[in-house]
């Protein structure tokens, strides 16, 4: 069967890499979490002392960019693939609240977009692709064949959010959580450089109520339909 590329974008906590990891994995495609990338460019950042609440040398960021190289790899028992980052793996480092806090400053450069970007385009080259983000039916990928775009109340995702770090162990309250979903959704939705919109062509879907079950056949029923008429 024809081989497709999926592209998922939406608002942040939206369940975009659940969904997106569902699919890869009973289609048998590659799964790209171009967040994770961001969150890895981010903490890099931070490692090296670049960025923190109170400062950002961004130009330092931008001359240290080669330094930075990020890959996947296949977790064979995750069911999905890790992101590295210099050839450490870096998954539990980048999900904390200190990340998120600085992750949509630094998506704002445009000199790390444009190296992310190209990369993303390499990964999506052979098609069998799921990738989620902010951008990525419309700037990654703008002629995928299908293109989701993901949203639910702001309280719902910073529950889930909230959620996913307390079982994680972090000690975070779902204020600090809210605060930081609506922060990201200002900055990613109004910055200059492929903010986050829906692609004219994309299919939208508020999950605010649907389990992942019922969120997962319904999205399910899309991609059959479209592999249908490719
Ligand atoms: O998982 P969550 O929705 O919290 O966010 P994410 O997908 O891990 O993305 C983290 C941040 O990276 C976003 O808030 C954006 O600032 C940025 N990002 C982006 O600018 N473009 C993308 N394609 C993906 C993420």
Redesign the pocket.
């Known amino acids: 069967m024809k081989k497709i590329t999926i592209a998922i974008d939406g608002f942040?906590?939206?369940g975009?890499?659940t969904i997106a990891k569902e699919l890869a994995k009973k289609l048998k495609y590659v799964y790209v979490d171009?967040?994770?990338m961001?969150?890895a460019v981010t903490y890099f950042a931070m490692e090296n002392s670049i960025i923190s609440d109170t400062f950002f040398y961004k130009d330092e960021l931008i001359k240290r960019l080669d330094d930075i190289i990020l890959t996947f790899k296949y977790n064979t028992s995750l069911g999905f693939a890790e992101i590295y980052l210099n050839n450490v793996n870096v998954e539990k480092e980048i999900r904390t609240l200190g990340v998120?806090k600085l992750?949509?400053k630094v998506?704002e450069v445009s000199e790390v977009r444009k190296k992310l970007v190209e990369q993303q385009k390499k990964f999506g080259e052979n098609k069998g692709v799921v990738m989620?983000?902010?951008?990525?039916g419309t700037v990654v990928f703008p002629n995928a064949e299908l293109k989701l775009f993901m949203n639910a109340s702001a309280s719902k995702r910073a529950k889930r959010?909230f959620d996913e770090l307390i079982k994680r162990g972090d000690q975070v309250t779902f204020e600090e959580i809210l605060k930081n979903v609506e922060y990201?959704d200002h900055?990613?939705s109004t910055r200059y450089d492929s903010p986050l919109i829906k692609a004219s062509d994309a299919i939208e879907i508020d999950n605010s109520n649907l389990t992942l079950d019922e969120q997962f056949n319904i999205i399910y029923t899309i991609v059959q339909e479209k592999l249908k008429t490719v």
């Open positions: 942040s906590s939206t975009k890499s171009s967040g994770a961001y969150r998120s992750v949509s998506a989620d983000g902010r951008d990525i959010r990201r900055i990613d």
